[in-house]
């Protein structure tokens, strides 16, 4: 406990006041029992499901939040100096063009909306937008997501747009699976040990590589195109499934387009009302993509924890039939 909660309070007739002071220290006392877990120190990365159990929801949220922090300053402090410069020049770029947006917004609102319908006019921008998608499919490159809200914009929850961001995320995975399977097989391999989280996925697919399987680690919250690769490595998973897995999850990029078109609604509106509808509309599709591939992520983690516990059973449930018979 803090030494705020061991010093006793004294009545001098302001008994006010010490309530006043006894319940901030009680506040921080509580406080400091949350961030340390009860005295728990230990590297947040080392905390077992087991330790998180008896937490209180409170706890559990201040763990969660530790956890990221220092997650989040050891590849900080990872890094080299080079790409640190990188880093905080990016902060730089952004917190600037946030502070543009603000001063700038309705101007740069109208020429969204202005950009947007020009593009939806010309027959060469779905093709040109298709190659994009196409390509980003590849890594290491960025900007699918950016993409697929562009489609949106510019098309909205239209069965066009839906087609053109389809057709390009399907062929582009397939041709990038394809490519890393066949020529860059080792560098596939590379991108799945490059991460703990792969390495999971990866023994649950070696199990069992069916295009089910295989749609519900496409749902997860991976970098499009690092998956789109390292999933070539994974011994036995074969064209076909992966194409199929594609397919089945085809529906999700709707979210992308109406993202897209609650943006383009957003700058196109004058009415407060129809404005605070929009903005809601597209956090309210965010949290729903985000909750739903973190539940994905969590119970298929939950399977490679259980596989990896029956096959750390497997040579003991051996052992107790075969080797002390009589």
Not at 264 to 288: Q, Y
Not at 316 to 326: M, R, T, V
Request: glycine share 6%.
């Amino acid at each position: 406990m803090s030494a705020f909660t061991d010093t006793p309070s004294h009545n001098n007739g302001s008994g006010t006041n010490n309530d006043a002071n006894d319940g901030i220290d009680n506040f921080f006392a509580d406080l400091n029992d949350e961030m340390t877990f009860g005295g728990i120190e230990e590297d947040p990365e080392d905390n077992d499901f087991l330790d998180m159990y008896n937490l209180t929801p409170r706890q559990r949220v201040m763990h969660n939040v530790r956890k990221l922090i220092y997650q989040g300053k050891n590849r900080f402090d990872a890094l080299k100096l080079w790409q640190k410069c990188l880093a905080y020049a990016a902060a730089f770029v952004f917190f600037i063009a946030g502070i543009l947006f603000l001063v700038y917004r309705h101007k740069i609102m109208d020429k969204i909306v202005e950009t947007s319908n020009d593009l939806e006019s010309k027959t060469s921008t779905q093709f040109v937008l298709l190659i994009l998608i196409f390509i980003v499919a590849f890594p290491p490159l960025i900007g699918y997501s950016f993409l697929s809200t562009s489609c949106g914009l510019i098309y909205g929850v239209s069965f066009h747009g839906w087609i053109i961001l389809a057709l390009g995320s399907v062929c582009g995975s397939v041709a990038s699976f394809s490519v890393f399977k066949n020529i860059l097989h080792s560098r596939a391999e590379k991108l799945i040990h490059a991460n703990r989280r792969f390495e999971a996925f990866a023994s649950i697919l070696q199990e069992n590589n069916s295009y089910l399987i295989l749609a519900l680690f496409r749902l997860c919250p991976f970098p499009y195109s690092l998956t789109n690769g390292a999933v070539a490595g994974i011994y036995g998973i074969s064209l076909r499934n992966f194409a199929i897995a594609n397919m089945i999850t085809t529906p999700k990029l709707l979210v992308y387009l109406f993202i897209g078109s609650r943006i383009k609604n957003l700058a196109e509106t004058d009415s407060a009302g129809s404005k605070l509808f929009d903005i809601i509309s597209i956090l309210v599709a965010v949290c729903i993509l985000m909750v739903t591939a973190w539940i994905l992520y969590y119970k298929t983690n939950q399977r490679y924890k259980q596989l990896q516990r029956q096959n750390e059973q497997a040579p003991i449930d051996s052992l107790g039939e075969n080797d002390f018979e009589i």
